[in-house]
Nanobody, 119 residues
């Protein structure tokens, strides 16, 4: 079955950095737009960053623009989220999403990895 597995979450101090990894299996990775979402306690899930199937276009939430960077390695079927200058408000469960580029809306979600930014 299709699997998206996130890793790299943990506890980090404000101003610190963390890199999240999402590894996909049993999909043709190059046919998917990849994105990261997050959900903080008491808040709705929100889009953090997205990257096109060819890696040529990216988009970011205003709250993370300039601090986070999304990238992908199709040879490894993996997408990354580099998180710098972390703030306490970045604390959330971060989810990986793969969306087919055929306009069907078919998508897969990972189970999430927890990022806690605190002193």
């Amino acid at each position: 079955q299709v699997q998206l597995v996130e890793s790299g979450g943990g506890l980090v101090q404000p101003g610190g950095s963390l890199r999240l990894t999402c590894s996909a299996s049993r999909i043709t990775f190059s046919l998917y737009v990849m994105s990261w979402y997050r959900q903080a306690p008491g808040k709705e899930r929100e889009l953090v960053a997205g990257i096109g199937s060819d890696g040529g276009s990216t988009n970011y939430a205003d709250s993370v623009k300039g601090r986070f960077a999304i990238s992908r390695d199709d040879a490894k079927s993996t997408v990354y989220l580099q998180m710098n200058s972390l703030k306490p408000e970045d604390t959330a469960v971060y989810y990986c999403k793969a969306t087919l580029i055929d306009n069907s809306g078919m998508a897969y979600w990972g189970k999430g990895t927890l990022v806690t930014v605190s002193s």
